[in-house]
């Protein structure tokens, strides 16, 4: 049976840094308080909008940033076991690139974190990483970015705007990047439930992007671009009819179908148990499922994996029309992170 998204707390791991990290000289600690800050997950392409539409989802990073005498985190939870704790970490590399930007070093601190997102799956685990510290550096130097300005950061650190900006903006938002800035327009998330099928096997983004063609025929280009069209239009209207056509992606889906088991099968059939369109997250190996029934979709994908032999968790979620928030913290009170939400 599937495993319903929910908002809890995960028991503290501990962790610490595998070794020590370099900062600059902190701030007078009287200058400011320990805060929080919340990222959602995201999906990405959702079928045919390959690298420019996102949405985000009820899944959350969550970090707690406190002043501290040195440079220490912690992570909460199983999620972030496996989590570089040292100055590979992306959430500090992040953060240090923001201050070198403003010609300053990061001070020492405390940062706790926990969540709930898959780490490599196609959720958006690294954009929610990229975003949270973008943002929580933001908060420590005072606030020098707009939102907006926060997008083109967290868009040159990712390469590409749809998970980046879904996590920050929250809804659904459809971009673009021509490499130098990005575009981005929010809309309300659909009525809609998301089915995640998330096969428990190992697919690097960059795999997923080798099998990539560099070029597309003229009439390739043209049929996936207006499914693109299709799709986003599907979204915004609630035409459910439609949605299912505007998934079916030319510039992505087809090359990647080899990759991840079961994702074939589940693209040309979900349809028939309930689904509204099916589609690759991101570059997966997660699978996902619009719905207005989730249970007989759910069973559908459970079966896939299980005749392929392929362990897989199922999740349901729900578009999340919320995006990075940021909230000063209780110190005292360190045990309620996503159960706050």
Known sequence: MPSQSSRKSFPATGKRFGKPLTAG?????????????????????????????????????????????????????????????????????????AFREKGRRLPPLLLEAESDIPLMRGLGSSAAAIVAGWTAANRLLGNPWSREELLQRATRTEGHPDNVGASLYGGVVITSWDGRHAHLLQAETPPLTIVAAVPL??????????????????????????????????????????????????????????????????????????????????????????????????????????NLSVPADIFILRPYDRGAVVGLTNESDRSTLLGNL
């Open 25 to 97: 000289r902190a701030p007078s600690m009287d200058r400011w308080k320990p805060f929080e800050v919340v990222v959602p997950g995201s999906t990405a392409n959702l079928g045919s909008g390959f690298d420019s539409l996102g949405m985000a989802v009820d899944r959350f990073l969550r970090l707690r940033i406190s002043p501290s005498d040195r440079m220490r985190m912690k992570t909460r939870g199983g999620v972030l076991e496996q989590v570089d704790l040292d100055d590979n970490n992306l959430i500090l590399r992040v953060m240090r690139e």
């Open 201 to 306: 096997v190992s697919l690097a983004t960059s795999e997923a992007r080798h099998v990539l063609p560099e070029h597309l025929t003229h009439g390739e280009a043209v049929l996936g671009s207006s499914r693109a069209n299709l799709l986003t239009a599907a979204l915004l209207t609630g035409n459910w009819e439609a949605l299912r056509v505007g998934m079916n992606d030319r510039f992505h889906q087809p090359y990647r179908l080899s990759l991840v088991p079961g994702l074939q099968e589940m693209l040309e059939g979900a349809y028939r148990h309930g689904a509204l369109g099916a589609a690759l997250s991101g570059a997966g190996p997660t699978v996902i499922a619009f719905t207005l029934d989730p249970e007989s979709v759910s069973e559908y994908m459970e079966d896939v994996f299980q």
